[in-house]
């Protein structure tokens, strides 16, 4: 099993997220080629790192975004996305640099602008807090979305919305209207969209899953011949093997992740990380650090499925 030091299954962890996210998220939008409500990514610490604050702008410094005002203005507090861990193999210590030359020193891919230092620590002062890239995963049932207010206060944090699984959404919560965000109905995946992320195999079958929404626990899908879903809880126990799935190809000379594929063309994502590269290809932003293609299916190197069996165990930390 893959794993990342400082984290465990049952860690909490906070990832940071744009306002535009945030309204994205809660309103459970699918942007068509570009944005998935049940999917998320980037740059975040574990929950225990970074609790001890009294505002949201005490929040962006410690996460290290007091320095990302386009993207994290002042006066607007922050949202975050709260979850276990589930796999600590999603997750890598945020080494790279600014420049792909300053990432190759540290045998990494990860490229991106400041406030990132890739250290494998935030940009706050005076006390820089572990960081971690979290690669493109499907959102874990029982995640929930907060936004802490600008200058504290009291109640200064609220819980906005809980993501009650991928088939069911995002369920917000009163304080999210009153936070500026409206809700909308669950979407469906996209046309063509490849099984992707974590799945079980449980008494001979095998179905897609989420982890959560508690520590030690899945929540896998079956859909019967009338298009209906079923979600089951499982413990760890009593599957016989997790796995996560993802469908690898190059383009251009870079690696991406393939998430959808329609008659002609290829929905992309890139998994290096790197917004050198992103610059290079011309790659459509897809949010905060990620960016995406559209590539004719015949210009796609070749196609491997990779599978990474989780070794799920009881972990405490």
């Known amino acids: 099993m893959s794993s990342t030091p400082g984290l465990t299954p049952r860690t909490v962890v906070q990832l940071p997220i744009t306002r535009a996210l945030a309204e994205q998220y809660v309103g ?11 999917r998320m990514w980037g740059l975040c610490s574990r929950m225990v790192d970074v609790a001890r604050v009294d505002s949201g702008a005490e929040a962006r410094a410690v996460h290290g975004l007091a320095e990302a005002g386009d993207d994290f203005p002042e006066g607007d507090g922050l949202f975050v996305i709260r979850f276990l861990a589930g796999w600590p193999g999603l997750f890598r210590a945020s080494f790279g640099g600014r420049t792909a030359e300053a990432a190759e020193r540290l045998g990494s891919s990860l490229v991106l602008p400041a406030p990132f230092l890739g250290t494998g620590y935030t940009a706050y002062a005076p006390a820089a807090v572990p960081e971690f890239w979290m690669e493109l995963a499907e959102v874990p049932s029982g995640a929930e979305i907060w936004h802490l207010a600008e200058d504290g206060g009291e109640d200064h944090e609220k819980g906005l919305a809980a993501f009650a ?40 079958d095998t179905w897609p899953a989420d ?28 599957c016989d093997r997790v796995f996560h799935r993802r469908l690898l190809t190059t383009w251009r000379d870079a690696p991406f992740e393939v998430l959808a594929i ?16 992103a610059t290079r290809l011309g790659l459509d932003s897809a949010g905060r650090h990620a960016w995406r293609a559209h590539a004719p299916k015949a210009d796609l190197g070749e196609l491997t499925e990779e599978t990474r069996t989780i070794g799920v165990q009881p972990q405490f930390g």
């Open 262 to 277: 329609g008659p002609e063309t290829a929905t992309l994502v890139l998994t290096s990380g790197n917004a050198e590269e």
């Open 211 to 238: 982890f959560g929404p508690d520590a030690g626990e899945l929540t896998a899908y079956r859909t019967a011949d009338d298009g209906s879903v079923t979600a089951r809880r499982l413990t760890d126990g009593q």
């Open 165 to 204: 699984g991928r088939y069911s959404g995002w369920r917000s919560y009163p304080a999210a209207q009153e936070r500026g965000l409206t809700p909308g109905p669950v979407a469906q995946a996209p046309a063509g969209s490849v099984a992707r992320g974590v799945g079980v195999d449980v008494e001979g």
């Open 28 to 38: 459970n939008r699918v942007a068509p080629g570009l944005f998935e409500p049940f």
